[in-house]
């Protein structure tokens, strides 16, 4: 049989990245073919559970840091244990993350952090991680969950999302005086971070209020922030204070809790004002039945940033589509201030109950947006 050349099998391999049996299988056929075989099966590891994290653990050990070379993404997931499981995962998970020392992104998800866990991620790839997701996991404190940010000296992406903690006693009353925020104090993380998202079920107040207290992420050009309530709303003003000027791309949500009168209102105070650099914004809400969205235009009214090339409307149809203004939307973005928009994008997203169809809810958008359609830039996302 004639020998395929490297660059080719390697190409044919690469159609298997998604199939593990194939790969394990093509790891066998010949010494050529691991390197690539390892490099789509490993890329991505998910631990979650005992038993598992103890076998990937002798595995990275047998293979003398070969195995180890080709992880990029590490999971952690629902490792929670019983007494007997929890000595498997404090013996197991340090020595799992000092090996790998390539890994790039880190995801922690679902994790109540007892001490064995809490033991293993003071080990982390310090040296090699850029990017951390952290979802759904319960700290006991909120100290606990900085001190995890302060593992990571390379930091560069960062996603927060359901992340909670038992308590903020260790937080003064004024911000402006939180122990660790001192500029000799501040981590490695912070001055290096350039991407922030908070998503859903976090106490951003909380959150930003430590990074504001210490000017943390100063040169974050990417922000994305959900807000539930007026005192999230606040904290996101008050960083937007701070990293405002160096934003290009920034991602809005408010879906408060508590309604006003037949309208959701834009929370006091909440500008963008001086995101003056701004070349992306993306405004999610939710249109519920009954209730006007002006938050949306009067968020948008504050927009004067002479870079802007995109816009972004994400929305949820519970009700009736023209509670938000579409008309005063297409008058105030036909305005000189945004001649340089390339794009207007809108994505509906509607209730099943509703007797609209997307065709016909992007036929009511395209019939506001009269002036904007003439340019052009009009586009729909699905």
Not at 143 to 160: G, K, M, P, R, S
């Amino acid at each position: 049989m004639p020998s395929v050349p490297p660059e080719l099998s390697d190409y044919i391999v690469d159609y298997l990245y998604n199939d593990s049996r194939a790969l394990i299988a093509c790891s066998l056929v010949c010494r050529d073919w691991v390197a690539t075989s390892r490099f789509h099966l490993f890329g991505r590891v998910t631990i979650d559970n005992a038993r598992l994290c103890g076998a990937f653990c002798r595995l990275l050990k047998t293979s003398g840091g070969g195995i180890a070379s080709y992880v990029r993404e590490l999971i952690i997931s629902k490792l929670s244990a019983t007494d007997s499981e929890l000595l498997i995962i404090e013996d197991a998970l340090p020595p799992i993350l000092a090996l790998l020392h390539r890994a790039k992104m880190l995801t922690l998800t679902t994790l109540d952090l007892n001490p064995a866990i809490k033991r293993g991620l003071q080990l982390l790839p310090r040296s090699s991680t850029t990017e951390l997701e952290v979802q759904y996991c319960h700290f006991p404190s909120f100290q606990d969950f900085a001190q995890l940010l302060d593992a990571f000296h390379h930091l560069e992406h960062l996603t927060v999302r359901g992340v909670s903690w038992s308590s903020t006693a260790f937080v003064p009353e004024h911000s402006s005086a939180w122990p660790i925020a001192r500029a000799e104090h501040r981590p490695a993380w912070a001055m290096k971070l350039r991407s922030l998202t908070i998503g859903r079920d976090v106490d951003v107040s909380t959150f930003l209020g430590f990074l504001c207290s210490g000017r943390y992420c100063s040169n974050i050009v990417s922000l994305s922030v959900c807000c539930t309530f007026e005192e999230d709303a606040d904290a996101v003003r008050s960083y937007l204070d701070v990293v405002g000027p160096s934003l290009n791309h920034l991602e809005v949500e408010w879906n408060p809790c508590h309604l006003g009168v037949n309208a959701v209102i834009l929370p006091r105070d909440l500008s963008i004002e001086n995101c003056e650099h701004l070349e992306t914004l993306v405004l999610r809400c939710v249109i519920l039945k009954g209730f006007s969205i002006p938050w949306v235009p009067a968020l948008l009214s504050t927009l004067h940033s002479t870079f802007i090339q995109k816009i972004v409307f994400e929305i949820r149809v519970l009700g009736d589509l023209d509670a938000l203004d579409w008309k005063w939307l297409d008058a105030v973005l036909s305005e000189p201030r945004f001649a340089h928009i390339e794009a207007l994008v809108v994505k509906l997203r509607l209730w099943s109950a509703l007797a609209l169809s997307q065709e016909e809810a992007r036929g009511i958008v395209c019939e506001r947006f009269r002036l904007l359609g003439s340019r052009r830039i009009l586009q729909f996302a699905s």
